[in-house]
């Protein structure tokens, strides 16, 4: 028998629909970087959307010049990024199972994308309520934060510049020591003394963006139809609190979301 190759002895990364926010330079660089990985034969998918609004940005231009990013499956779509994840994760959400192998990889300066397409799910479940966005009540434990006009606190662990590559390991390679932080265990921790503490808040819904491939980081579409029917759920008891967090280990973008009561109507 021949030698077994690196790539047979690890078990290939496969997924269904990988979305890529946005063909500016993040973009660009995180399909190279997927190409490096399914030419090492270490991840394969079935689609692979890179959505931005720019008909001419710098996939598209790449790819209008002959250049060899064009990956298996790969398609431009040429949208905003809310009316995109409006209509995709809506058909996921009708045929979750189908859903279950696909993934979000994000850029570092979006928006809170994944929340704006619960916020705007709930608002249409429930157009008689008061559905929106209410700021932090108290501040995290993160050593940065900043909070927004919009009401997304954005946090992190890091007080210094990270590299886009960075994988978030167990050793810091920037303090050079244990990465003993990682916020989807703050943020359920502060959820735990919210409610502790006699708050509305009934929990958190975490997207966790890990590392996959080659210094790309993705979020399950799994865990965001999740968190769409635990609003449900949550809803249909009554008003409630959640707190959602888009997050990576060291970084991340929070909204607290507010479902208020059904409308008062008064008796004849």
Not at 37 to 47: C, E, I, M, P, T
Not at 179 to 194: C, I
Not at 201 to 228: Q, S
Not at 255 to 262: A, D, M, S
Request: proline share 8%; charged share 20%.
């Amino acid at each position: 028998m021949g030698a077994t190759s690196a790539a047979e002895r690890r078990a290939i990364q496969d997924f269904g629909t990988v979305v890529v926010v946005g063909g500016g330079c993040y973009g660009d660089y995180y399909l190279r970087q997927l190409g490096r990985a399914a030419a090492a034969g270490a991840v394969r998918w079935r689609r692979l959307l890179v959505v931005d609004r720019d008909p001419g940005c710098a996939v598209a231009r790449r790819l209008a010049g002959g250049d060899p990013i064009a990956l298996p499956a790969m398609e431009l779509v040429v949208s905003e990024w809310a009316p995109f994840f409006d209509s995709w994760l809506a058909s996921s959400a009708v045929d979750p199972a189908g859903a279950d192998r696909d993934a979000v990889v994000p850029s570092p300066l979006m928006p809170h994308l994944l929340f704006d397409w619960l916020l705007a799910r709930a608002r249409r479940r429930w157009p008689s309520r008061s559905v929106g966005v209410e700021p932090l009540q108290r501040a995290p434990d993160t050593p940065w934060q900043r909070a927004a006009p919009d009401g997304t606190h954005f946090v992190s662990f890091a007080e210094w510049m990270c590299p886009i590559n960075c994988i978030e390991p167990a050793k810091c390679p920037h303090v050079r020591a244990e990465r003993t932080w990682s916020l989807p265990v703050t943020l359920r921790r502060y959820a735990a003394e919210e409610q502790a503490a006699g708050t509305a808040i009934a929990g958190a819904a975490v997207f966790h963006c890990t590392h996959r491939v080659y210094g790309v980081g993705m979020v399950d579409v799994r865990d965001v139809l999740e968190a769409d029917r635990e609003v449900a759920r949550l809803g249909a008891a009554g008003p409630f609190e959640l707190l959602v967090g888009t997050v990576s280990h060291c970084h991340g973008a929070l909204n607290r979301l507010v479902v208020g009561p059904e409308p008062f109507v008064p008796v004849p």
